[in-house]
């Protein structure tokens, strides 16, 4: 599997932007978004089980990311709105190769996509 983020840019804080991650070799398991701002720790900010339906974020993100899945297209979404300088960080797709480990776990996930930059300014 090898993923592909795009979306990223720069904008203003209250902004909105959506993230897209094409996958080829696309399977049902989990995938997910992560973030990482400079001089800090990839943390978890949403992923999603489309066999359960099942959608999860990170406190912090909770109503205001949301995220999608389009099998047709092999491609998750990450809607960001209300934009924070702190939202800031180089933003990553991830997918699981099981339906194992924690979802909001990076090592959980086995293929990562190279990443897309996202700046708030304020």
């Known amino acids: 599997v090898q993923l592909q983020a795009s979306g990223g840019g720069l904008v203003q804080a209250g902004d909105s932007l959506t993230l897209s991650c094409v996958a080829s070799?696309?399977?049902?398991?989990?995938m997910g978004w992560f973030r990482q701002a400079p001089g800090k720790e990839r943390e978890f900010v949403a992923a999603i089980n489309w066999s359960l339906g099942r959608t999860y974020y990170a406190d912090s993100m909770q109503g205001r990311f949301t995220i999608s899945r389009d099998n047709a297209k092999s491609a998750v979404y990450l809607r960001m709105s209300s934009l924070e300088p702190e939202d800031t960080a180089v933003y990553y797709c991830a997918a699981k190769d099981s339906y194992s480990g924690s979802y909001n776990y990076a090592r959980s996930y086995a293929y990562w996509g190279q990443g897309t930059q996202v700046t708030v300014s304020s």
């Open positions: 070799g696309f399977s049902t398991y989990p």
